[in-house]
């Protein structure tokens, strides 16, 4: 990004690219590289970088957000049927005190931390969602209903029972 302000524009490029290349299955060095490819001009490379960033993390809404400035079409994601939405629907202790709600509107996946706001979840498996606006991702437990979810952010994995 220093490169980009200096206006170093094929040095961010090449080293976005190298970053991307690195780190082929994380979304943020793709997202990034599309950036930088946008300010190159080069408008189809951006595209590529930003929808595989989109692969990688369906919840990346800078990806999403430059797709539509773009004016291309960004991809809807994948879909979970409505009886598997439905088994993780409740409550999962993170820790004692802290609980992590699941709560469906019609399609949509949506969680609430105690004293958080709430928050979009998008499918990337039909066990795993990634948690819209945060680097965070759940991954739900085989069952009807899932007895627990484990929560993947900021570096740390934490298991939550369900308690409703």
């Known amino acids: 990004y220093e490169a980009l302000r ?3 524009v094929d040095a961010a490029v090449a080293l976005f690219r190298l970053n991307a290349e690195a780190f082929s299955e994380a979304w943020n060095p793709h997202d990034s ?11 189809a490379g951006a595209e590529a970088s930003y929808r595989r960033a989109l692969e990688l993390n369906p919840a990346v809404t800078s990806a999403r957000d430059a797709l539509e400035r773009l004016g291309a079409e960004t991809p809807t994601g ?25 709560t ?19 499918p990337t498996s039909e066990t795993e969602f990634s948690v819209v606006g945060f680097e965070a991702r759940l991954v739900f437990e085989s069952g009807d209903p899932a007895p627990a979810v484990t929560l993947f952010q900021g570096g740390r994995e934490v298991r939550a029972p369900r308690v409703e």
Do not use: H, K, S, W
């Open 6 to 8: 200096r206006g170093e």
């Open 33 to 43: 590289l599309g950036e930088a490819l946008l300010a190159a001009g080069d408008r």
């Open 78 to 102: 994948m879909t979970v049927p409505e009886a598997v939405l439905d088994r993780y629907v409740g409550a999962y202790e993170i820790q004692p005190g802290f609980v992590l709600t699941v």
């Open 104 to 122: 469906r509107d019609g399609r949509r996946l949506l969680t609430q931390a105690t004293g958080q706001g709430v928050a979009e979840v998008l």
